[in-house]
């Protein structure tokens, strides 16, 4: 005991610290412009809204088993509701982080308020995961009381918004790349079924990863068997994915045409490759080959590998995703694009095509908001989870394993409102 | 209505890059970035030809903001910082942009830079036209078409610096101006038409 609370000590301390580190770079990144970032005139957008595009994504899996559970009436996924909704606030906090950070006049951020527009998909984005945030909350403070009567009523109203909203997020976040009829690469109609499809990979993924997490630090218990039983649903998810890239791809393959045949050389034999191929790799035929088998799923290592490679590959597609469209110009020669520096030497400051690589900046507020959401999760999940029942939100079938829980985390008196479910 | 635009004969513009200075001076434009440049088409070294000995050819493309009619940049744009005003021309509003860049993503020209740095003028003054505003770090900027000279009735400077006269200033909701004419006669025709932009730039040859 006295070693796992030193354990998450040290944790919260060295999450604290990265924290502090990247909001001191980001004040500095305020007070200097997004120049000290490598973003330049020809690629416009880099880490932060890959990863802004990541974290939406990753906080769809919890949303969405959470509350297709109880729209489906699934038992057996409400058990890791909690664990789940908290896993989404934060991730959705953390995106919308990156999108604040991204700006380069956060001054002017409440111009997004007093003066929308409303034809914007970022706009759009703005609103939706406004609601989004606001869903999550309210279905975190009904989750703490699941027992009850009312609150089991109103779970099962939040949650029927809840699936809805979540794929919308993940949607909308889509439209931001799919509707740009300038990019190649972006502008098609599988943009929103493929960000919902790797949200839902990568977000059951990571919910796996945390689960396994809380486990071994005795702050949430997860079956085995519930395990492997989301484990086994991540290999669909995985296939739903691995489809719409080769949907995308072979679409994009077929005609030939030259800007579709420039992006395809660049994922498959240019600068992006390895982010594609670990993806499509390690990202997908892995994972799926590690827990298409039950006997293999039901051993929470080969869980762990397999999540983490699908967590790791989804953030490869963010990365090429949104990169290879911005290496050709649609109206290129030399001397091509004023790269957007003063400081560069004649020669320098043209680029012909677009490049790009993070600079120590960018990397040092993306681990401060990689570190404020490990750190938030940290905080709140012995809040959460620690002095509740675990098992109200469901009846379950298997008395065993139930009474096993009641004694582990919160006595007998918790059996009282299982029936509480509505729906 | 008024639609200000420009018509470039590429068969005239040698390339010499004259406007693009004359654009930068203007519009007190910083280091490191311009609102108008002109590329050779096709390669990587400037005035290069394509094609293999003796069957060369060489192409010049002055780019600057088409004043797109279906603007990409407008719509996305999610504050509505950049807007379409009554003569046609397409503007930023620096008060209101916040930065996002999603402007510069959707406009299929490049035509739109970002000023990433406190921007730097080299000599250290602010060289434009007086009327020209001075925009701050974290927005966005590109060709007004030349605004406060276009207000005034003036034409703009790359139509008054080129040598050669390659460019043509109007107003294409007049049939009877020069530019609607050399449209017209010309078969002049616009930048990448398949995305659905509808340039109001035209080039001819
Ligand atoms: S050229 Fe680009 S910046 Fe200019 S109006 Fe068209 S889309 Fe907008
Ligand atoms: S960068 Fe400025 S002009 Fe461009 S879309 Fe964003 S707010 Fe609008």
Redesign the interface.
């Known amino acids: 005991m006295q070693k796992a609370s030193t354990k998450r000590m040290s944790l919260l301390i060295v999450c604290a610290l990265l924290t502090a580190t990247g909001v001191g770079v980001w004040i500095y990144q305020i007070t200097?412009?997004?120049?000290i970032?490598g973003?330049?005139?020809?690629s416009?957008?880099g880490l932060y809204i890959a990863c802004f595009m990541f974290f939406v994504g990753l906080s769809a899996g919890g949303l969405i088993v959470a509350s297709s559970a109880s729209v489906f009436g699934v038992r057996d996924f409400k058990k890791v509701s909690r664990p789940a909704v908290l896993l989404s606030t934060v991730c959705i906090i953390a995106a919308a982080a990156f999108?604040l950070i991204?700006?380069?006049?956060?001054?002017?951020?409440f111009?997004?308020i007093i003066?929308?527009?409303l034809?914007?998909?970022?706009?759009w984005d703005?609103i939706v995961i406004s609601v989004y945030l606001l869903i999550n909350l309210v279905y975190l403070v009904l989750l703490r009381k699941p027992d009850e009567q009312r609150s089991a009523r109103a779970l099962a109203i939040t949650s029927r918004f809840a699936l809805p909203v979540a794929i919308l997020v993940h949607s909308v976040t889509a439209w931001?790349?799919g509707?740009?009829?300038?990019?190649a690469g972006w502008y098609s109609a599988i943009m929103a079924p493929l960000f919902v499809s790797s949200a839902l990979d990568s977000g059951l993924a990571l919910l796996l990863v945390v689960l396994v997490v809380l486990n071994a630090a005795r702050l949430f218990e997860t079956s085995r068997k519930l395990i492997a039983s989301l484990a086994g649903l991540l290999a669909v998810f995985i296939a739903v994915d691995a489809f719409m890239v080769l949907s995308e791809i072979i679409t994009m393959a077929y005609p030939g045409a030259p800007e579709e045949a420039f992006v395809l050389a660049e994922l498959t034999r240019g600068t992006m490759a390895p982010w594609f191929w670990f993806q499509v790799i390690g990202g997908l035929v892995v994972p799926f080959l590690l827990l298409v088998f039950s006997r293999l799923r039901e051993k929470t290592p080969v869980v762990v590998v397999a999540s983490t490679l699908v967590v790791l590959g989804v953030f490869c597609k963010r990365i090429w995703l949104l990169l290879t469209s911005?290496i050709e110009?649609?109206?290129?020669?030399?001397?091509?694009?004023?790269?957007?520096?003063?400081?560069?030497t004649a020669t320098e400051?043209w680029t012909?095509v677009g490049t790009y690589s993070p600079t120590w900046a960018e990397l040092l507020i993306t681990l401060g908001v990689l570190a404020l959401a490990v750190l938030v999760y940290t905080l709140l999940a012995p809040r959460l989870f620690g002095t509740l029942p675990t098992h109200a939100l469901h009846d379950d079938d298997s008395t065993e394993r139930h009474a096993r829980a009641d004694v582990l985390l919160d006595g007998p008196q918790a059996a009282a409102g299982t029936q509480a479910e509505v729906g | 209505m008024t639609r200000l635009a420009i018509a470039i004969s590429q068969e005239r513009c040698t390339g010499c890059q004259t406007c693009v200075n004359a654009c930068k001076m203007e519009n007190n434009v910083?280091?490191?970035?311009?609102w108008n440049?002109v590329?050779?088409?096709?390669?990587?070294?400037?005035?290069?030809a394509v094609g293999s000995y003796p069957n060369l050819s060489k192409e010049y493309?002055p780019?600057a903001c088409q004043h797109c009619e279906n603007p990409?940049c407008m719509?996305?744009?999610?504050?509505?910082?950049t807007y379409k005003d009554e003569k046609g021309r397409v503007l930023i509003n620096y008060?209101?942009?916040?930065?996002?860049?999603?402007c510069?993503?959707?406009?299929?020209?490049?035509a739109?830079?970002?000023?990433?740095?406190?921007?730097?003028r080299?000599p250290d003054f602010n060289y434009g036209h007086r009327d020209v505003p001075v925009r701050?770090?974290?927005?966005t900027e590109k060709c007004t078409l030349c605004k406060e000279r276009t207000d005034a009735d003036l034409e703009p400077m790359c139509v008054v610096c080129c040598p050669t006269r390659a460019r043509t200033y109007g107003d294409l909701d007049d049939p009877e101006s020069e530019i609607s004419k050399l449209i017209r006669e010309k078969h002049a025709y616009q930048?990448?038409p398949e995305?659905?932009?509808n340039p109001q730039v035209h080039y001819y040859k």
């Open positions: 200097q412009g997004l120049a970032t973003m330049n005139n020809g416009s957008w999108i991204d700006l380069g006049g956060i001054q002017r951020v111009n997004l003066h929308p527009n034809t914007s998909p970022l706009m703005v931001i790349f509707l740009e009829i300038a990019k911005f110009f649609n109206v290129s020669g030399a001397p091509g694009l004023a790269f957007g520096r003063a400081e560069r400051t012909l | 910083p280091m490191g970035m311009l440049r590329i050779t088409v096709g390669t990587d070294v400037m005035d290069g493309l780019l990409a719509a996305v744009c999610p504050v509505g910082a008060d209101l942009c916040i930065g996002c860049r999603i510069m993503a959707a406009c299929p020209y490049n739109r830079c970002f000023n990433w740095e406190e921007p730097v080299d701050p770090r974290g927005v930048l990448l995305r659905g932009t």
